[in-house]
């Protein structure tokens, strides 16, 4: 084998070996965003045992992150990558982290369907963490299919759209808030749909943390300035007496 052969032979080794790797990313992806899904239907549907079937699940992305992990430490112990090769292994390092926490909590709403077991009182809540959701799995699935293209003006795109998420929790929990308060019934139904809707708007996060990996993979730059943040919840009060029942007032 000449000199030319041989480093022929390494470079299509390497583009195997990344290729493999991203193929594992990919699948990786597909299966949180599934598990996501499948943990909000669970939620609407009350139905734990598929709730259940969501957390044994949840043990096949741990998995794959553990393969992924080791793989790519291989791969740069071998190849000694350097620019774009390098950032490329360093991406999927990143995001297979972010896919991995997408995939427990997942796991935890589907821990909280099985606590909550039994129907909800008002189903607009539910449905209000169901239409977040949907918005999560929108951004989640915009933002891979931009990093098997390494679209850094979609990945910034999906890192100003969090903005909407944040909104939306922060006005499902001042309504949930004011609910409990109503009657206290409803406290440990809302407050395991607070939990969950809080997941959900993690998982945007998760999704923002990979779309400024795709933006560093793409361009080797970070993004400069600092994301706004519109979860407002931690700010939150609520007026006793302007929720109080009549009765009460």
Do not use: W
């Not at 499948?38 to 939620?43: H, K, N, S």
């Not at 606590?115 to 929108?138: C, Y």
Request: aromatic share 4%; hydrophobic share 45%.
């Amino acid at each position: 084998m000449t000199i030319t052969e041989h480093s022929e032979h390494i470079v299509t080794a390497y583009d195997d070996e990344l290729r493999a790797l991203t193929a594992q990313l990919a699948e990786m992806g597909g299966m949180a965003e599934r598990l996501v899904d499948e943990a909000v239907t669970a939620l609407v549907r009350n139905d734990t045992g598929l709730a259940q079937r969501v957390m044994v699940e949840d043990q096949k992305i741990d998995a794959l992150l553990r393969s992924i992990e080791e793989n790519c430490v291989l791969l740069i112990a071998r190849r000694q990558p350097m620019a774009l090769d390098l950032r490329r292994i360093v991406g999927i390092m990143r995001t297979s982290s972010d896919l991995e926490r997408v995939g427990d909590l997942a796991k935890n709403i589907a821990k909280r369907v099985v606590a909550i077991s039994g129907p909800f009182q008002s189903k607009r809540f539910v449905h209000g963490v169901e239409h977040m959701a949907e918005l999560a799995l929108a951004q989640l699935k915009l933002v891979l299919d931009s990093y098997a293209v390494l679209d850094a003006d979609v990945a910034l795109s999906v890192r100003d759209n969090d903005e909407e998420i944040d909104s939306i929790y922060t006005s499902l929990f001042r309504e949930l808030l004011t609910y409990m308060m109503e009657d206290p019934r409803n406290i440990t139904q809302c407050t395991h749909l607070l939990f969950c809707a809080k997941n959900i708007e993690r998982i945007g996060d998760h999704a923002t943390n990979i779309a400024e990996t795709v933006y560093f993979v793409a361009t080797g730059e970070q993004i400069a300035h600092e994301r706004a943040k519109d979860d407002q919840s931690s700010f939150t009060s609520v007026d006793p007496v302007s929720v109080a029942p009549a009765d009460d007032r």
